[in-house]
C-alpha cells in the first residue's frame, strides 16, 4: 500500500481535531488545500485499503444516553449468522468475535437506560443463547492517536 504525502498527512492532522461543523471535510480539504470530495475520497480509499478503520467522533457516552457491553456464546459454526442478527438491531456497534466461550462482543446504546434494557431483553430472547451483560464500572480514556514515522515504514 502507498500513501502519499497528503494521505499521511490527513491521517496525522486528524487522527485527533476533526472540524466541529456541517461540513467537516470541507474545513480538512481547505487545510490540507484539496476540495472536500478529495478528502472524502481518500478517507474511502484508507479505509478499503485497512489504512484507518473508521472516521467518526469519540465522546463520552454517558452523555449521550445509555450503552453497555455485551457477550454472546455463539455456536462456531454459526457466529456469522448470530453477528448478523446482531448487527441488525438497534444500536449496535463495535461487534466483533473473540477466542473465548462468549465469542461475539459487542456495544448496544440507547438514548435512556429503559430503552437499553428493553433492546437487550428482546436481542437475548431473538438469540436464545447464553448472554453476558457487562455494565461499565469504572470509565477510563485511553488516547488513540499515534506519531507515525513514516521514513521507518516500508
Do not use: C
Not at 492532522?13 to 470541507?26: A, D, H, V
Not at 467518526?56 to 444516553?65: D, I, L, N, Q, T
Not at 456469522?80 to 465469542?103: L, S, T
Amino acid at each position: 500500500m502507498q500513501l502519499d504525502a497528503t494521505d499521511r498527512r490527513l491521517i496525522d492532522r486528524y487522527q485527533k481535531g476533526m472540524p466541529i461543523t456541517s461540513r467537516p471535510f470541507l474545513a480538512m480539504g481547505e487545510e490540507l488545500g484539496i476540495p472536500e470530495e478529495a478528502v472524502i475520497g481518500r478517507l474511502e480509499a484508507l479505509q478499503a485499503q485497512q489504512a484507518i478503520s473508521r472516521v467518526g467522533p469519540v465522546f463520552e457516552h454517558s452523555r449521550a444516553g445509555a450503552s453497555l457491553l455485551a457477550a454472546v456464546a455463539a455456536p462456531k459454526e454459526d457466529i456469522d449468522q448470530v453477528a448478523d442478527r446482531i448487527n441488525h438491531f438497534p444500536g449496535i456497534n463495535h461487534n466483533y468475535a473473540r477466542e473465548h466461550e462468549f465469542n461475539l462482543w459487542f456495544v448496544m446504546t440507547a438514548p435512556d437506560e429503559k430503552t437499553l434494557e428493553t433492546r437487550l431483553d428482546e436481542l437475548e430472547k431473538t438469540l436464545a443463547l447464553p448472554f453476558l451483560r457487562l455494565p461499565m464500572v469504572e470509565a477510563y480514556h485511553i488516547d488513540l492517536a499515534f506519531n507515525i514515522d513514516w521514513e521507518a515504514l516500508p
